[in-house]
């Protein structure tokens, strides 16, 4: 690692590797991953990404319909526009010239159908596409000589200056401060401020905290969206999601009875949008007075089972459930923001030189609630975007820090323990997919008082203290939201 680069990108999913791969090769790079590259949410997403390949059975103008219902005409349709026209070239880029492979039927690509789209375009690798597209990229990154890649590294802080920030990067127990002239935050979601989430274990929402410590516009933060099937473990607090294209290739969401009972709620059944389908099943567990659902795949045979979602089939497997002959029980679960730190159609923050894309920004093209396989599209299309506003102003504007670092402090002492189950006890109560909002205003004062606690203590500058500040600003910042959309 470098004392100085051009661009510092936090985040080694989709966002930042496509972006660190769209920077000119004289422009220095470094990309950060907080534990192992691979240990992010983009690695994780199984249905696939939505683009409009096939221009003979669809149109972008339905694909902007969809992602319309779906957001409950909350998008930003500029953004929309721009997500939906420019989406397809990244798609085929990322197969031509990074060897990204989608299931095909001969020479042609194959296209599934998720929740909330009207046509079959969300091109897939099995289910397993965000591991295979993130794979790919990060094989692409590690050739490219001007690309710096840092596992283990996590961002403290980002200091302003002239000509860019200094950020603080903490390895083991090490801090290491290292300048730069732009910084893309693609940190990824905020699901571990949950109990249960389908997010990975970086998922902490450390990027967007330090965009709002920096002044950054924090916008729509509350919508959370919740993904309605979730595999329904016994323990543990990450649950696998049992993707959308089940759903889409003809499973069957049964109640306790083992019943089908979406047509009493939705017209759309069991393909409505993600927060209509988790709505209605919270209705049903009420009137059943039971939370037992399921999802059945099993008369698709177990040839197409295996053949369409291997992983999913290996690890329901893992968990005693053969889906090829049993029923997967499924529960509503914390997946995905459509908020975040607020940017334009470049990217940029409201922070000069500052840029976020991917889960932790929000660029309006979600609405209240994310249309199922638009995430990678998006982290594609907006961090890509990040790097053509970069490159204008590095072709216009003197770039490269020249004050030196500012002192490093950090305190003498561990956090308490259980700060983090404290917030998520408090989220899990006042926002799950129905809001309790005397809930959250109860909430709001003992995380208001955690908050405080870590910025004024005299705490040690861990890993551990930098999530727990995360996750209590987090929770501060969407209960502040949804207090305020109560009102």
């Not at 690509?109 to 990229?137: A, Q, W």
């Amino acid at each position: 690692m470098k004392r100085e680069y051009d661009v510092l990108i936090v985040g080694s999913g989709v966002a930042g590797v496509y972006a660190a791969l769209n920077l000119e090769p004289d422009v220095r790079v470094l990309v950060i991953s907080k534990r192992e590259l691979t240990l992010c949410n983009s690695y994780l997403a199984q249905g696939g990404v939505a683009a409009v390949i096939d221009k003979e059975n669809d149109h972008y103008r339905l694909h902007i319909a969809d992602t319309l219902i779906a957001g409950g005409y909350r998008n930003d349709l500029h953004s929309l526009q721009i997500l939906v026209n420019e989406g397809p070239e990244d798609v085929l880029r990322i197969m031509k010239h990074m060897d990204v492979d989608f299931d095909r039927e001969g020479d042609q690509v194959m296209m599934t159908l998720e929740g909330g789209h009207s046509r079959r375009r969300i091109l897939h690798h099995k289910d397993s596409t965000g591991r295979e597209m993130t794979e790919k990229l990060i094989a692409e990154a590690q050739k490219r000589e001007n690309i710096d890649l840092a596992e283990n590294t996590q961002l403290c802080s980002l200091t302003p200056c002239e000509g860019g920030f200094w950020a603080l990067l903490l390895q083991g127990e090490e801090t290491v401060q290292v300048a730069c002239s732009y910084c893309i935050l693609c940190t990824g979601g905020i699901g571990r401020v949950y109990p249960y989430t389908t997010n990975s274990a970086i998922a902490t929402g450390d990027g967007i905290t330090i965009a709002h410590e920096l002044g950054a516009t924090i916008r729509n933060l509350h919508l959370v969206q919740f993904h309605p099937t979730a595999f329904a473990a016994e323990a543990g607090r990450e649950r696998f999601l049992i993707s959308e294209a089940v759903r889409g290739e003809g499973a069957k969401l049964l109640n306790a009875a083992e019943e089908e009972f979406m047509h009493r709620y939705d017209e759309r059944g069991a393909l409505a949008p993600r927060d209509v389908v988790s709505r209605c099943i919270i209705k049903e567990a009420a009137r059943q007075g039971s939370e037992h659902f399921y999802l059945d795949i099993r008369h698709k045979g177990e040839a197409f089972i295996k053949e369409h979602f291997p992983m999913i089939y290996a690890r329901c497997l893992e968990e005693g459930v053969d889906i090829t002959k049993e029923l997967i029980p499924v529960f509503p679960c914390t997946h995905y923001l459509m908020g975040g730190i607020d940017v334009g159609i470049f990217s940029n923050t409201s922070v000069d030189r500052l840029y976020a894309a991917g889960e932790c920004a929000h660029t309006g093209v979600h609405g209240a609630n994310r249309l199922a396989s638009n995430s990678l599209l998006e982290a594609l299309v907006f961090s890509r975007r990040a790097t053509y506003d970069i490159a204008r102003r590095m072709r216009h504007e003197q770039s490269g820090v020249t004050v030196p670092p500012p002192a490093v402090r950090s305190g003498s002492k561990p956090i308490p323990k259980g700060i983090r189950t404290t917030i998520r006890n408090i989220m899990q109560k006042a926002w799950f997919v129905v809001p309790d909002y005397e809930a959250a205003r109860e909430g709001l004062s003992v995380a208001n008082e955690i908050l405080h606690d870590l910025c004024v203590g005299d705490y040690k500058l861990t890993g551990d203290y930098i999530e727990a500040k995360s996750l209590a600003t987090v929770c501060t910042i969407i209960l502040k939201e949804l207090l305020e959309e109560e009102a």
